[in-house]
């Protein structure tokens, strides 16, 4: 029920995948064989042709839908964007794509014992590395001792374990 709920869209972790064993076949064919297999519509970036077209063995016993996807597309400098519960959109990995491709989500994190001050400055130490057309866009709200943060799905992910880490209760001894 959380998964439905999430405004972020994901592959079904219950898809089977069969054994794909295939060798010198062309990159789209390995996506379009794991996909037709599962139920999953693949399409495409324009201008990926010369990419796809290149031979590719794998082997893709043991992995689930989503390691599979991940491993051919990252073999290939690819990725892939989930469109909805049976789709995904495929295109170039490179930053320019992805600042253009990846959806940014808003989300409110309540803390409980962490001053959002102290909570800020490290989360914007700490994101300094990120290029700047993923960087995330941080706003703290000291009277309700909230931060909200718009970025993609796996900053946020990123941000939440760092403030879930920040925010813990003090120390202290009772007598």
Known sequence: QASQ??????????????????????IRDVLNTIGTSTGISVQYD??????????FTVDLSGHSLESAFTMVLSQ???????????????????????????????????????????????????LTTTTAGNRPIITQNKSANTIVVRATAPMLGLIKNIIDTADKPRAEVLI
């Open 46 to 55: 324009q201008g990926l042709e010369g990419t796809l077209s290149r031979p």
């Open 5 to 26: 709920s999430s405004p972020i869209p994901r592959l079904d972790p219950r898809t089977p995948l069969p054994v794909i064993r295939m060798q010198n076949s062309a």
């Open 76 to 126: 290939n400098t690819l990725t892939y964007k989930i469109l909805d519960s049976h789709t995904i959109f495929i295109y170039q990995d490179n930053a320019q794509q992805r600042a253009k491709y990846e959806d940014q989500y808003q989300q409110t994190f309540y803390l409980s014992h962490a001053d959002v001050q102290e909570v800020n400055q490290i989360l914007n130490q700490m």
